[in-house]
């Protein structure tokens, strides 16, 4: 009981009435840096607001979202990732490899949360995946090397397959990695990997016509952040040339892509969430545990495949997590 002894005494207020503080704590302020605009990333941050929400925060009262956008212009990301560190935000959630490397470069002491990022001990951003350390951390979506998979999906979706273009990501910080780790995997399949670097969106109409103009037979696009900002004219070109595609994630499917095999992205999103309602509650970044993809899924589209005159295999219907009709 409040009592004129306890006020005399000069007992806190919040001491008598913790939960009166608490209602008058300003909300936490998340800085999110993506190298996609707004509406491309829509369905992400409804799935970890969602998560949020489950986790007991509500939107407004216990946190706030600052939003900075690239637009598909990472050059941008540096500039951005400044303003939210002169903001002196709570949190940076960080989206891709190039804009965490944006973030780290900007502060090295408020925690950098992540999720698309590949390989974050290669990167540099992470001393192991058990313990971080630095202050950062979040969710890799790499699940090991599935190029020899998803080649193999690809062959059994075309059986007289023997060359498959590769489209990379010239400006990806893994590409050089990434183009002898292709031919290999190609080469185990008797497959020949035609690699066609694209950076811009005025690239890929060229590289479309290029990739036909050599004969390929099919595409496969590499898991990278700016493709998947242009996964629909990226969909509808693989469709307007003829060639059956093979895609990192389901989103390229569901706007005309005719196949995935990689982790449901959504899953990193909800991850986020619990990464940053353990740093609000105290933990460090560098103590966090980074995760990872543990199961992935095969996605077709039966509508693509028609329109392609390709029969889809038994064998992949059994194995297809989705077939999008």
Known sequence: MLTRRNLSLGLPLGFLFPSLILAQQAPKVIGLLSPYSSQATERNRDAFLRAMLDLGYTRGRDFVVVERFADGRNERLPELAEQLVKLKVDLIWASSTNAVAAARNATTSMPIVFESVADPVQAGFADSLARPGHNMTGFSNFAGDLNPKRLQLLKQMVPSLTRVAVLLNSTNPYYAAQVPRMQAAA???????????????????????????????????????????????????????????????????????????????????????????????????????????????????????DALHLTIPQVLLLQAERVIE
């Open 187 to 305: 080469e185990q399949l008797g497959l020949r990997a035609q690699i066609v670097s694209v950076s811009s969106t005025e690239e890929l109409e060229p590289a479309f016509q290029s990739v036909a103009s050599r004969r390929a037979q099919a595409v496969y696009i590499s898991a990278d952040a700016y493709f998947w900002a242009q996964r629909q004219q990226i969909a509808e070109l693989a469709l307007r040339y003829r060639l059956p595609s093979m895609f990192p994630f389901s989103e390229y499917v569901e706007v005309g892509g005719l196949m995935s095999y990689g982790a449901d992205s959504m899953v990193g999103f909800r991850i986020v969430a619990t990464y940053v309602d353990r740093i609000f509650k105290g933990a460090k970044p560098g103590d966090l545990s980074i995760e990872q993809p543990t199961r992935v899924e095969l996605v077709i589209n039966r509508k693509t495949a």
